[in-house]
């Protein structure tokens, strides 16, 4: 695996319907899907000939969700450090032949993510904040922030950026790897709700995509509102409930 400790290589829907999700992704992100030819059932999405993330069908009673991969130097090792730190392995490390080595691991406020070695020496270019149909910013939304940060920043080397004030919310502290943005914790705005990540992917003009969206069945949850640095955003679910996000420049 080429990507440094630490980045994200991968995004992997869990849903009801991967038929129905398939083509809704497909035509609001210009994915194309296919099969993965070592893991039966598994959709891998694409585009233009880059691996974006896969889909497959979530097990009995988990709910629809979108989960990111952050590539490590060490699955086993990785993992037995985030319960060592009170965090939880879902999944004990294991081989995906021609793939790599993964864990499902959570951190001790409860949110979900894999760690992976890819087999590949080639770099996932599946984070590319700039490219259309590929993921652009990953969020976290924490019970605690300060603890998220400390967490997430000892476990993959990520460091603080700046704090962006959010009124009574508190701040949106913006992530970085490798000096480079990618990602930001922030509490999270419904007590009720847990900790979780949530993905934004790239649109072109976020205006006809959160038309596009709204009338292949998603639910709007937020925006589209502009972002600092002209941006706008949408936060939906999709038709079978996953919560996704996108990000787009007006239009």
């Not at 497909?26 to 059932?41: I, N, Q």
């Not at 009995?60 to 490590?72: A, H, K, N, T």
């Not at 087999?119 to 590929?134: E, I, Y």
Request: charged share 15%.
């Amino acid at each position: 695996m080429a990507n440094t400790h630490g980045s994200f290589i991968w995004y992997e829907l869990l849903t009801s319907d991967p038929d129905a999700a398939g083509r809704f992704y497909a035509d609001l992100l210009g994915w194309t899907t296919g099969s993965h030819d070592s893991t039966p059932g598994y959709t891998v999405f694409s585009r233009d000939e880059a691996g974006i993330g896969g889909m497959m069908r979530a097990p009995e009673g988990v709910r629809p969700c979108w989960l990111g991969y952050v590539g490590v130097d060490d699955v086993d090792a990785a993992a037995a450090a985030f319960a060592e730190a009170g965090g939880a392995v879902h999944m004990p490390p294991r081989d995906l032949p021609g793939v790599g080595r993964i864990a499902m691991v959570a951190d001790p406020q409860g949110a979900p993510l894999y760690l992976m070695r890819g087999a590949s020496d080639r770099s996932s270019t599946a984070f590319s904040p700039d490219a259309v149909g590929h993921c652009a910013w990953n969020e976290l939304s924490a019970a605690s922030l300060d603890a998220a940060v400390e967490f997430h920043a000892s476990h993959f080397g990520w460091q603080r950026g700046e704090v962006m004030p959010m009124g009574p919310a508190g701040g949106y502290q913006l992530m970085l790897h490798e000096g480079t943005a990618f990602g930001a914790i922030m509490p999270r705005q419904v007590e009720a709700m847990p900790p979780m990540w949530t993905y934004y992917f790239r649109v072109a003009a976020i205006g006809e995509a959160e038309r596009r969206a709204r009338q292949a069945g998603a639910a709007i949850l937020h925006g589209p509102v502009e972002v600092p640095g002209g941006d706008h955003i949408v936060i939906a679910t999709d038709p079978q409930g996953a919560l996704f996000a996108l990000v787009g420049k007006p239009g």
